[in-house]
């Protein structure tokens, strides 16, 4: 089992930054990759990034290439997600995510953490 708490969500206006984190904890060594998707009301969960857990690979949704990072610290067990020129339609429930193999679904995930980017 895996275990997963984001954290670092809040309200920002629109143009600034903010880095999420999601800790990971238990069987991390048994991990493929690792992602963050969100929920905005209404709408349905959108692929953001992810990235390989044992390289640097990574991949991104079209609506925040060029804006967000995805990064991680493999002896923190720890992802991070760098948002920058945020806009008001990043507004959304963020959630970190892990799997185990590429071909399975996503087997664990965070509660989420809400960004809210105001115009």
């Known amino acids: 089992q895996v275990q997963l708490v984001e954290s670092g969500g809040g309200l920002v206006q629109a143009g600034g930054s903010l880095r999420l984190s999601c800790a990971a904890s238990?069987?991390?060594?048994?991990?493929?990759?690792m992602g963050w998707f969100r929920q905005a009301p209404g709408k349905e969960r959108e692929f953001v990034a992810r990235?390989?857990?044992?390289?640097?690979?990574?991949y991104y949704g079209d609506s925040v290439k060029g804006r967000f990072t995805i990064s991680r610290d493999y002896a923190k067990n720890t992802l991070y997600l760098q948002m920058n020129s945020l806009k008001p339609e990043d507004t959304a429930l963020y959630y970190c995510?892990?799997?185990?193999?590429?071909?399975?679904?996503?087997?664990?995930w965070g509660p989420g953490t809400q960004v809210t980017v105001s115009s």
């Open positions: 995510a892990a799997r185990i193999d590429y071909y399975s679904e996503w087997n664990y």
């Open positions: 238990g069987r991390t060594f048994s991990l493929y990759d």
């Open positions: 990235i390989l857990w044992s390289s640097i690979r990574e």
